[in-house]
């Protein structure tokens, strides 16, 4: 499962926010099996995880761009999990 590893990047401006996560490759990482798809939701503090992308279509990504309701001088909560051919991580 990513852990620690979301960032944001580069392009993020005042109402897009660009999310970067660092792409899971070892052997130990992957669970001997190739990552089918990332999951990544956010929340605005409200305790509602709200999809990005990735579920229910496969998302192969480490990056993404939000342009949709991003809100400037709000603090966004974002988590992520990888899935593979044995299912979803934590």
């Known amino acids: 499962m990513p852990s620690g590893t979301i960032r944001r990047g580069e392009?993020?401006?005042e109402h897009l926010l660009q999310i970067e996560w660092t792409e899971l490759l070892t052997r130990?990482?992957?669970?001997?099996?190739?990552?089918?798809?990332?999951?990544?939701?956010?929340?605005?503090g409200t305790n509602m995880w709200v999809t990005v992308v990735g579920n229910p279509q496969n998302y192969a990504l480490n990056s993404v761009i939000i342009t949709n309701d991003i809100v400037a001088?709000?603090?966004y909560?974002?988590?992520?999990?990888?899935r593979n051919i044995y299912g979803?991580?934590?």
């Open 11 to 13: 392009l993020t401006g």
């Open 28 to 44: 130990e990482e992957i669970g001997d099996s190739q990552i089918l798809s990332y999951h990544l939701e956010f929340d605005q």
């Open 73 to 75: 001088g709000t603090v």
């Open 77 to 82: 909560t974002f988590r992520i999990r990888a």
């Open 88 to 90: 979803w991580s934590p």
